[in-house]
């Protein structure tokens, strides 16, 4: 089944571990994104890449890194965990970017650091 | 920068009954979209439908319509005939034109369908 699939499905970290979130998506789309949920606050995006190869920072993303290596995969990585990146994270991706795509989410992480 | 606000945290509505859900933006942006998501239990974000601010016509998709209102910049969701499947948390989003496809979300609406 064409889609977003993201791994784990949940965690509990310990502060000060590094993790990595994975996230895979089967419909060759171009455009990737990463959010994180938080109640009270919507989704934020964290990071984004446009295309195989390149990324950008979206409006949270202290504390986190990309990478975009092939166009199916965008893992996120948190060198360092603190008890505020405790949050839901959400992995998307759209056909492209810049015209308005809807985006296609995968599943979620639940992720609690200690 | 562009902000979302959605300044009704829970509704409840009985099941056959019409809601609708207010959301407002500020942008400085001529060309954007505006997006409503729904959120049910399951975690799983779903389109539900999406405006172009370029087009007058209010966009609609079988029993949900929005109320597009470009100079008030206002986004309005209603839902008719709601059913109990309905129960979710709505989220409204705007996305500038062009470059990244970068999306801004509202805070959310709980809303409950009682039966």
């Known amino acids: 089944i064409a889609g977003i699939t993201q791994a784990p499905t949940s965690q509990i970290l310990a502060a000060g571990r590094r993790m990595t979130l994975r996230c895979t998506q089967d419909m060759r789309h171009n455009a990737m994104y990463w959010y994180r949920q938080d109640l009270g606050l919507g989704l934020r995006l964290i990071h984004y890449s446009n295309t195989a190869g390149t990324t950008g920072k979206g409006e949270v993303p202290d504390g986190y890194s990309v990478s975009r290596a092939n166009t199916d995969d965008f893992p996120l990585t948190l060198a360092s965990a603190v008890p505020s990146q405790t949050s839901v994270y959400f992995c998307a991706s759209s056909p492209n970017s810049g015209r308005g795509d809807e985006q296609f989410f995968g599943p979620g992480t639940r992720l609690t650091v200690l | 920068a562009q902000t979302v606000t959605q300044s009704q945290p829970e509704m409840s509505v009985q099941e056959a009954e019409t809601v609708t859900l207010s959301c407002t933006y500020d942008?400085?942006?001529?060309?954007?979209?505006l997006f409503w998501y729904k959120q049910p239990p399951s975690r799983q974000m779903i389109l539900v439908i999406r405006q172009e601010a370029y087009k007058q016509q209010n966009a609609t998709e079988n029993r949900f319509s929005v109320n597009f209102q470009k100079a008030a910049k206002s986004f309005s969701l209603k839902i008719s005939d709601s059913q109990l499947g309905d129960t979710a948390m709505y989220f409204c989003?705007?996305?500038?034109?062009?470059?990244?496809?970068?999306?801004?979300f509202g805070q959310g609406t709980r809303l409950t369908i009682n039966p």
């Open positions: 989003a705007f996305m500038k034109l062009g470059g990244a496809q970068k999306l801004v």
């Open positions: 942008t400085s942006e001529s060309n954007y979209y």
